[in-house]
T-cell receptor
């Protein structure tokens, strides 16, 4: 069965600093990977997705992630943090690309931005 | 184009009661999935409906049931509520055989069981 581990339940960075949120997955077959963001009292918004095309994926709001099969990782990065990036971030995996497949989520990482 | 909508926004129930949550999918989507997000946790898959049938189910007891209507909207029913059912319930819609891979989430219904 597939699973996702997010390293660090809470990450704090200064405004303008690099953001790095870590995600490792476990899957018996090539996975499809997603990063979602959740702002307080809201649902989940898709940041980016990996679906077996380019290994470096660019998403919204300046975020990107790189799929590394050898490391079973899909870490999320942003070169320069903005105050508006403060939110909860979830990495998720599904086995098949279709939207019909269930998502398995990590525990989430809360990102705090210091002024 | 309206996204995924859910109602109600908040709900307070007493242990042992029953609750029904509602979801309208994004226009053009035919599949609805439900997730439970406990405080401080990632969402957990409850079940998924397509063509008015439950197609996949997560590790949730039979107290959790659902329904999908011909217009693709969906309901989640929870019977005999427990304190541990307090959570944010998220609905996600998608197109089963479409070219897009992502699920679109609604804002959720916050259920509090007292």
């Amino acid at each position: 069965a597939q699973s996702v581990t997010q390293l660090g339940s809470h990450v704090s960075v200064s405004e303008g600093a690099l953001v790095l949120l870590r995600c490792n997955y476990s899957s018996s077959v090539p996975p499809y990977l997603f990063w979602y963001v959740q702002y307080p009292n809201q649902g989940l918004q898709l940041l980016l997705k990996y679906t077996s095309a380019a290994t470096l994926v660019k998403g919204i709001n300046g975020f990107e992630a790189e799929f590394k099969k050898s490391e079973t990782s899909f870490h999320l990065t942003k070169p320069s943090a903005h105050m508006s990036d403060a939110a909860e971030y979830f990495c998720a995996v599904s086995l098949l690309p279709q939207g019909a497949q269930k998502l398995v989520f990590g525990q989430g990482t809360r990102l705090t931005i210091n002024p | 184009d309206a996204g995924v909508t859910q109602s109600p926004t908040h709900l307070i129930k007493t242990r042992g009661q029953q609750v029904t949550l509602r979801c309208s999918p994004k226009s053009g989507h035919d599949t609805v999935s439900w997730y439970q997000q406990a405080l401080g946790q990632g969402p957990q898959f409850i079940f998924q409906y397509y063509e008015e049938e439950e197609r996949q189910r997560g590790n949730f007891p039979d107290r959790f049931s659902g329904h999908q209507f011909p217009n693709y909207s969906s309901e989640l029913n929870v019977n005999a509520l427990l304190l541990g059912d307090s959570a944010l319930y998220l609905c996600a819609s998608s197109l089963r055989d479409g070219p897009h891979y992502e699920q679109y989430f609604g804002p959720g219904t916050r259920l509090t069981v007292t």
